[in-house]
């Protein structure tokens, strides 16, 4: 069957082609022989300028760069920071217990000395001579006898000063150079005193409060 179609094919090519060298022929006055000659000039002519036409070379398109992943708001968000760590375990109640105290111990005091007194008590906490935790360091009998009465029975309550110095006792460093004790010069007299100034080390005063290591 293809065979046949190719047959055909062909057979149909040469009569269109003796028909349209006829018709040259004709149009130029010339012979059948000189028609063909035309046409088959204006054949030749027709198929070189289709094959110059296919070997010109393709132009190049510039390929455009793909575009970036968009990147996630994970990948662009810093790292979080690891949330602060207290220096000593406290309940609420201890720490509540702490507040009362430094407000009774200097309630008109300034944050810094109010801090001061904080980091005593914290630091007795951490030191292996004192009671591990907040409540026994308080309640320890003849260390703050008085103060630890206003837990109970509030007379000055904390305020945000005193609340805010608490905090940065436990969160922040120690501003008094690891402080133990301390004592005011204008309420405690005779032994008691000497017993500081001889049996301790000094560190510093502070608003009429004088603080040993």
């Known amino acids: 069957m293809q ?17 349209a060298a006829s018709i040259q022929a004709g149009a130029a006055k010339l012979t059948f022989g000189q028609g063909m000659a035309a046409v088959l000039a204006e054949v030749v002519n027709a198929v070189e300028v289709c094959s110059e036409a296919d070997s010109a070379p393709m132009p190049q398109v510039a390929e455009s760069p793909l575009p970036e992943a968009p990147r996630t708001q994970a990948e662009e968000a810093p790292p979080a920071e690891p949330a602060p760590q207290p220096k000593i375990k406290a309940t609420p109640q201890e720490i509540s217990m702490i507040e009362h105290v430094v407000e009774r111990e200097v309630h008109s005091a300034s944050y810094a000395h109010k801090k001061a007194i904080a980091n005593v008590i914290v630091n007795r906490v951490l030191a292996p001579q004192f009671p591990d935790t907040v409540e026994a360091v308080v309640h ?5 006898p008085v103060s630890i009465k ?18 940065a006792a436990f969160y922040e460093p120690d501003t008094t150079g690891g402080a133990l004790y301390f004592y005011a010069p204008q309420y405690t007299k005779g032994k008691t005193a ?17 603080f040993f290591c």
Do not use: S
């Open 3 to 19: 065979n046949r179609w190719n047959r055909i094919g062909a057979t149909g090519a040469a009569v269109l082609f003796c028909a």
């Open 140 to 144: 320890a009998p003849g260390q703050f």
């Open 150 to 167: 206003n837990y109970y029975n509030p007379k000055w309550k904390p305020d945000a000063d005193t609340i805010n110095a608490v905090y």
């Open 194 to 210: 000497r017993w500081f100034e001889n049996k301790l080390q000094y560190c510093f005063e502070m608003e009429g409060h004088r």
